[in-house]
Every structure is written in structure tokens, then in C-alpha cells.
């Protein structure tokens, strides 16, 4: 089972300041097969990035994704309120499909 | 405009039974891998299981092997979770997923929360 450990657990920034959350991965994984997660409380979870670095659709452009082999980043540019959330990696390119313990982001 | 709504969930006895539902439209049913995520409340998110799209390749995580079954009905576009000999750890919300290789889970129903207490 390949393990996904984030970093840090929690995040204290302000609105305006960057991000940038970790995942790294067990084994190598195909870049192909990274997701990140963002999940306010009382939601579901929603697709940010995909294959990495690809932003989901609707997704705006201060989100970014990066990284391969074992080692991932989501940058965020200039946090928005709305955008204090968790956030989780997942690697769905071989069975379980796991996710990360999640970080989560709050206002400072 | 595709929308998984899950149903089903609810209070369960340690030992018994419940079945959740997950009602897809929007989109072709048949031809999307379909998968089911739960999270234990304030914690974070579990793969639980999956089926293709025919139903014939199912798979499952360690801790529900042998007690959970996945299925779908694809003329009734409905994804199915059988839960048996329901534990206190199964508590959580259970969400119904969409699932693409390329975009990878993509659609999320709005979850459904079942309790296994006595």
C-alpha cells in the first residue's frame, strides 16, 4: 500500500500570504495519478488538481500543483478567504487508492 | 449537470446490516468506475471500494473485505454498498464517487452518515 504523508498538519497564513503544502509519497508514483482535495467542513471534498498539476475545472489560477516521483507541492498564491479549507493528496494509480492525512489551512 | 445523491444511511446495530444507495445523473452511468470514500467523523478521508463498469471487477479495502459488497445497477443508474456485520469503526459519512483515470475522483455526492451504535 503506498502511504501519503502531508506536511505540515496544519497551516496558520493570513489572506493575501502564499501556501504551499506537501505530499510525499512511499514510493514513486506516476504523476499521472496525483490529486489534491479541497474540503470545507460540511462538504464534500472537490477536485483541485489533477495529474499533478492540472487545475480541475472552475478551479481559479492561484491554485498550482507541482512535483513527481515522490515528492509533491500545491501552492496557493494569495489566499482568499474562501480558500481556508483541508486539503488532501490522493494517488489513484494502484490499489487502495490512498489519501493523505490532510492539512489543513487556517486563518491566522 | 452530474449529480450523485446517496441514501441509506442512518443508525446500524454492531453485527447488522445496512444498505446505501447512490443515485447518478448527468452523465453515462455505465461508463464510468465507480468508487465509495468514507471519513470517520473529524478525520480525514478513506478509500473504501470500487467497481468497474460492468460490475464484473470489484475491490476492496483491508478493513471491509469480506463484510462490505459493492454493486451497480447500470439500468437503474444506481451504485450500491451492502454493509454487514457492521462495526463501531464503519461510522462515518460514506460518499459516492465518480471516478475517471484522467481526472481521477471527480464528482463527490454530498455523503450519507451512518452510525453503528447499541
Known amino acids: 500500500e503506498i502511504v501519503l504523508t502531508q506536511s505540515p498538519g496544519t497551516l496558520s497564513l493570513s489572506p493575501g500570504e502564499g501556501a504551499t503544502l506537501s505530499c510525499r509519497s512511499s514510493q514513486s508514483i506516476s504523476s499521472s495519478y496525483l490529486a489534491w482535495y479541497q474540503q470545507k467542513p460540511g462538504q464534500a471534498p472537490r477536485l483541485l488538481i489533477y495529474?499533478?498539476?492540472n487545475r480541475a475545472t472552475g478551479i481559479p489560477d492561484r491554485f498550482s500543483g507541482s512535483g513527481s516521483g515522490t515528492d509533491f507541492t500545491l501552492t496557493i498564491s494569495r489566499l482568499e478567504p474562501e480558500d481556508f479549507a483541508v486539503f488532501y493528496c490522493?494517488?489513484?494509480?494502484?490499489?487502495?487508492?490512498?489519501f493523505g492525512q490532510g492539512t489543513k489551512l487556517v486563518i491566522k | 449537470e452530474v449529480q450523485l445523491v446517496e441514501s441509506g444511511g442512518g443508525l446500524g446495530q454492531p453485527g447488522g446490516s445496512l444498505r446505501l444507495s447512490c443515485s447518478a445523473s448527468?452523465?453515462?452511468?455505465?461508463?464510468?468506475?465507480m468508487h465509495w470514500v468514507r471519513q470517520a467523523p473529524g478525520k480525514g478521508l478513506v478509500w473504501v471500494s470500487r467497481i468497474s463498469t460492468d460490475g464484473s471487477d470489484t475491490t476492496y479495502a483491508d478493513p471491509v473485505k469480506g463484510r462490505f459488497t459493492i454493486s451497480r445497477d447500470n439500468a437503474k443508474n444506481t451504485l450500491y454498498l451492502q454493509m454487514n456485520s457492521l462495526r463501531a469503526e464503519d461510522t462515518a459519512v460514506y460518499y459516492c464517487?465518480?471516478?475517471?483515470?484522467?481526472?481521477?475522483?471527480?464528482?463527490w455526492g454530498q455523503g450519507t452518515l451512518v452510525t453503528v451504535s447499541s
Open positions: 495529474g499533478a498539476s
Open positions: 490522493q494517488q489513484h494509480g494502484s490499489s487502495p487508492h490512498t
Open positions: 448527468g452523465f453515462i452511468f455505465s461508463n464510468y468506475w
Open positions: 464517487v465518480r471516478y475517471s483515470s484522467w481526472w481521477g475522483f471527480e464528482y
